[in-house]
Nanobody, 115 residues
Framework: QVQFVESGGGLVQPGGSLRLSCLAS????????MSWYRQYPGRERELVAEISTDGYWTNFVDSVKGRFTISRDNAKNTLYLQMNNLKPEDTAVYYCTLRDRPEYWGQGTQVTVSS
């Protein structure tokens, strides 16, 4: 079955960086566009970034453009989110999923940006 295991979250000061990873299994990873979402307490998940199967096309929500980078390693079935210049409003639980079928979710990884 489709599974995602997110990792790499933690506590970081404003202006700091984190790199999130998402290990995918249960499907042919290289065949699917992928996305990162985040969820604030009490709110719906929101799209943060997305990437094509080959990694050549990416898209970001306006609030993270210029600060976040999405990438993937198809040989390792792994999706990444490099987050730089983090802000307190980036504090959320981050999830990866299939771009065109956002119905499979892992446990997420908590990112907390605070001084």
């Amino acid at each position: 079955q489709v599974q995602f295991v997110e990792s790499g979250g933690g506590l970081v000061q404003p202006g700091g960086s984190l790199r999130l990873s998402c290990l995918a299994s249960g499907f042919t990873f290289s065949h699917y566009h992928m996305s990162w979402y985040r969820q604030y307490p009490g709110r719906e998940r929101e799209l943060v970034a997305e990437i094509s199967t080959d990694g050549y096309w990416t898209n970001f929500v306006d609030s993270v453009k210029g600060r976040f980078t999405i990438s993937r390693d198809n040989a390792k079935n792994t999706l990444y989110l490099q987050m730089n210049n983090l802000k307190p409003e980036d504090t959320a639980v981050y999830y990866c999923t299939l771009r065109d079928r956002p119905e499979y979710w892992g446990q997420g990884t908590q990112v907390t940006v605070s001084s």
